[in-house]
């Protein structure tokens, strides 16, 4: 089973699934289709869920049964999942994939069983294979109604490790701009660590999503300061937004400063100025078309080596520094929320957890006792 990117007539792209004989199966497409335009889902999310449901369907094949009757057999995939390679000759002597990534997996599977429910394709009894305490699930009560008044439990989850925010030092930051040859270069590592933008949302931005102004009323913008509007849109470089919902985050003088400087360089190698995309390519053919993703990854890779440093940087780790310092500064877990572009407020708490650092200033900074106290001369 694999997934492919397919364009629509409106322009709009989405992931299928086709089998080995290039097949496609309407019900996941159906269903992936629904994610792209019926949710609103980002292409990411879409192409995240092909590829998981892509394995689930490997692995029907595998045992012989179809997608339909394989609920009782979850337990199996799972253990597949995490045993067993694409073109599996026997299980793994390590684990294939880690916890993290199972739940993940399942939850796409999960989410397709459930609009095939809803559709009719399945029966709802599937539902109880799925998840625990659905005894309250009466015939003629939909299970979206029930959930919405309790949590179900799922079954085939996986214990997964404290989650871990794998962030860049300000050390290794400093080494990247160092190493960077570009004004373009400085400001995307800048971008995203002093802004915690995402890749997608970097690379999607266009030039009337900057307003790096003390007033930008004459932008039509009441946000008073040096900010960017992030907004999730279809864009030819496969660069977009994961929410649908736009946010404004605040720039520093040192982001408008980095953001100049690259201004004044493109202005010389792109003067035509061929793309309202703010990020482009200048160094490579053709110049002035936006980047894409995968060549942001290759920049930070020659950055890292460039630099010399011990593990190669990710934009990932750029955007935790972000949250790592704004939470180490006194940030909250709802400003949080909101910088980042976050759906959940418990994705933000992960950079909450104090260091031993802060811990200690915490206690110090309660007053102590002083002499002459009722409860010092007990």
């Known amino acids: 089973m694999r997934a492919f990117l397919v364009r629509l007539p409106s322009g709009c792209r989405y992931w299928t699934v086709l089998d080995e004989t290039f097949r496609p199966h309407p019900e996941v497409d159906e269903f992936l289709l629904h994610v792209r335009l019926g949710r609103d889902g980002a292409e990411s999310t879409t192409q995240s869920y092909a590829i998981s449901l892509a394995l689930f369907l490997q692995w029907c094949a595998s045992i012989g049964k179809d997608w339909r009757d394989a609920g009782p057999y979850l337990g199996r995939f799972v253990y597949w999942l995490q045993h067993y390679r694409r073109d599996p000759t026997g299980p793994s002597a390590t684990a294939v994939r880690g916890p993290r990534r199972v739940n993940s997996i399942m939850a796409a599977v999960r989410s397709f069983l459930r609009h095939a429910v809803a559709c009719g394709q399945l029966s709802k009894d599937a539902l109880t294979v799925l998840y625990e305490s659905l005894e309250m699930l009466r015939p003629e009560i939909e299970f979206e109604q029930v959930a919405r008044q309790h949590r179900f439990r799922s079954r085939h989850r996986l214990s997964e490790p404290a989650p871990v925010t794998d962030n860049a030092s300000d050390d290794e930051v400093a080494a990247l701009l160092g190493a960077a040859r570009h004004a373009r270069d400085r400001f995307i590592v800048t971008a995203m660590w002093r802004m915690g933008l995402r890749r997608g949302e970097l690379l999607g931005l266009r030039g009337s999503d900057i307003h790096f102004l003390p007033n930008s009323s004459v932008l039509g913008c009441g946000f008073g300061g040096a900010h960017l509007h992030v907004v999730r849109r279809d864009n030819p470089n496969q660069a977009s937004a994961k929410s649908r919902r736009s946010r404004v985050v605040p720039a520093d003088w040192f982001t408008v400063q980095t953001y100049d400087q690259y201004v004044a360089e493109r202005a010389f190698l792109d003067p035509d100025h061929r793309s309202d995309f703010v990020v482009v390519n200048l160094f490579t053919t053709p110049v002035g078309v936006p980047m894409r993703p995968g060549g942001l990854n290759e920049l930070l890779h020659r950055l890292s080596g460039r ?72």
């Not at 910088?339 to 909450?352: D, E, F, K, M, T």
Request: charged share 20%; no cysteine.
């Open 307 to 378: 630099a010399e440093l011990p593990r190669q940087i990710l934009p990932h780790m750029l955007r935790h520094s972000f949250a790592t310092s704004v939470a180490a500064a006194g940030g909250t877990a709802d400003e949080l929320r909101e910088l980042l572009g976050h759906a959940w407020i418990s994705s933000s708490q992960v950079y909450l957890h104090p260091s031993p650092d802060r811990l200690r200033g915490a206690v110090d900074r309660v007053p102590s006792p002083r002499p002459g106290q009722p409860w010092t001369d007990q």
